[in-house]
């Protein structure tokens, strides 16, 4: 009976940590959900034109993103130690960290916005609005990366709320500058609202000054929180406390830059199979974000709670943690799974009027529900393994996953065999399968637990 309300109470904090992360990519994936249906009611050519430039915008964000795993991995194991000192000297480091990619990547995207609808294969005819719109997208680009880093270093002292909230007011910006912006003036319920009718370049606008919000917000709290606020720190570059980030840090942005790169070449490959494919592809790629949330949600709690029990040096607890989130990952991806493969077509039907796109994208949908469940896996052990700071195994796995079967497999299919969407989709989920076996055969060995000295983690 006591081991049972131990178990109630382990899944208590785990939803704790994990709750708020889920609502916030709720309400991220609802704005993307509406974005996608307001641009989508201007045409395919729209739709085509936003949406073939966006796994580029995975490929930044996924960049930054990496280096905040070095600071979680970092300040969760100090914070689970007790060292105070050490977390907010990490947390002044945080700020440099997002001054210097922030800076970088600004110059980098907004020089290169010309050249990546080129790269990324989108047709003629809408590449200069796809170049517009992803100039715009990335002029705030400092305050995107603060709302990625700092929000990282937030969740990793268990603080999973205040992203939250920045994500509320980043949705609530761009869904209230979406409305005004890409419409005209016109009729609602007899009553004139006014429209700039500016299309895709309202909608770039809108989320441009929605990440600003976010930004300032999360950037606001970092400098009043008790734990972590760098006002009286030195901000001078800390080798003590950089090495260990970056020695994270660094192979995990080699893994996320591969992939996304990767992502990119996937849909490079998919833009040169027409205005359809792009269209279904980029829809199903909205749509299925959505059902990935829990399983997303749940990788911020077992990252955090992993690197606290590493600081503790409490094996029992890490082992605990690791087993109850993994059977509460792979319970909510199952219900996930199911529901997407269910209402495919009616999720489809939201974003796209075209009978062709409502049919491919419905089939490639689910297809990969089926695989959701065995995917949740993955994302889970490889979270545990960012908290206790190994990310080189991530990156091997996920780089020949990507580059070895998926993009492989996609081009053997598409130049020799005259494949289309469902044949991508096939090879994307051979790479999701073998990232659960690769994962999974990881987890039985005990190698991904540091304190684990036996040979097995079951």
């Known amino acids: 009976m006591g081991k049972s309300r ?26 993307q959900y509406i974005d996608t249906a307001m641009v989508g009611s201007l045409g395919t ?14 490929l930044v964000g996924s960049t930054v993103s990496a280096v905040g795993v070095g600071f979680l991995s970092y300040i ?11 977390v907010r000297r990490a947390s002044a480091q945080s700020v440099l960290a997002v001054l210097v990619t922030g800076i970088f990547f600004t110059v980098l995207t907004l020089t ?20 517009k719109y992803f100039f715009i997208l990335y002029t705030p680009m400092l305050p995107r990366a603060a709302t990625i ?20 007011a980043v949705n609530i910006v761009n869904v209230v500058l979406n ?28 989320s441009a000054v929605g990440f600003t919000v976010g930004g300032i917000i999360i950037t606001a709290t970092l400098w009043r929180h008790p734990l972590l606020s760098p006002e009286k720190a030195s901000l001078k570059p800390d080798k003590e406390i950089l090495k260990p980030c970056l020695k994270v840090a660094f192979p995990n942005m080699l893994q996320r830059f591969g992939t996304c790169l990767g992502y990119v070449a996937f849909a490079s490959m998919i833009n040169s199979l027409g205005e359809v494919a792009t269209a279904a592809h980029t829809i199903a790629n909205t749509v299925e974000s959505a059902f990935y949330i829990p399983g997303y949600g749940m990788q911020t709690a077992a990252a955090t709670l992993a690197g606290n029990a ?9 082992k605990e943690f690791a087993g109850m989130t993994l059977l509460s990952e792979v319970s909510l991806m199952i219900i996930s799974g199911g529901l997407l493969f269910v209402f495919a077509p009616f999720m489809m039907d939201i974003f796209s ?50 580059w070895g079967i998926r993009i492989v497999g996609t081009f053997i299919f598409i130049q020799f065999f005259s494949g289309g969407l469902v044949s991508a989709w096939g090879c994307m989920i051979a790479h999701n399968m073998f990232l659960f076996v690769m994962y999974f055969i990881h987890w039985i060995s005990g190698k991904w637990n540091p304190l684990n000295s036996q040979k097995s983690s079951f």
């Not at 178990?7 to 609802?30: H, N, R, Y």
């Not at 689970?80 to 050490?86: Q, Y």
């Open 6 to 31: 131990i178990k109630w109470s382990m899944l208590g904090v785990i939803f704790s940590l994990a709750g708020p992360t889920i609502f916030e990519q709720f309400m991220q994936t609802a704005v």
């Open 45 to 58: 050519s729209a739709t085509a034109a936003v949406g073939a430039t966006t796994t580029v915008n995975w």
């Open 76 to 86: 969760a194991k100090k914070h689970g130690s007790g060292d105070l000192t050490a």
């Open 112 to 131: 290169l916005s010309p050249v990546v609808p080129v790269l990324m294969q989108v047709d003629e005819p809408i590449r200069d609005l796809a170049a």
């Open 149 to 168: 880093i700092f929000g990282t270093v937030l969740r990793a002292v268990g603080d999973t709320k205040t992203p939250m909230y920045a994500g509320i």
């Open 179 to 206: 409305f005004l912006l890409i419409y005209p003036t016109r009729e609602i319920f007899g009553i004139t609202v006014w429209g700039a009718d500016m299309g895709i370049t309202g909608a770039a606008i809108a």
């Open 310 to 318: 590493l600081g503790a040096k409490d094996n029992k607890r890490m």
């Open 353 to 402: 009027d075209s009978p062709e796109v409502i049919k491919l994208g419905s089939t490639v949908l689910r297809m990969v529900a089926v695989s959701e469940p065995f995917y949740g896996v993955s994302i889970i052990i490889e979270g545990m393994m960012q908290g206790v700071g190994r990310t080189v195994k991530p990156f091997v796995y996920n780089i020949i996953g990507m």
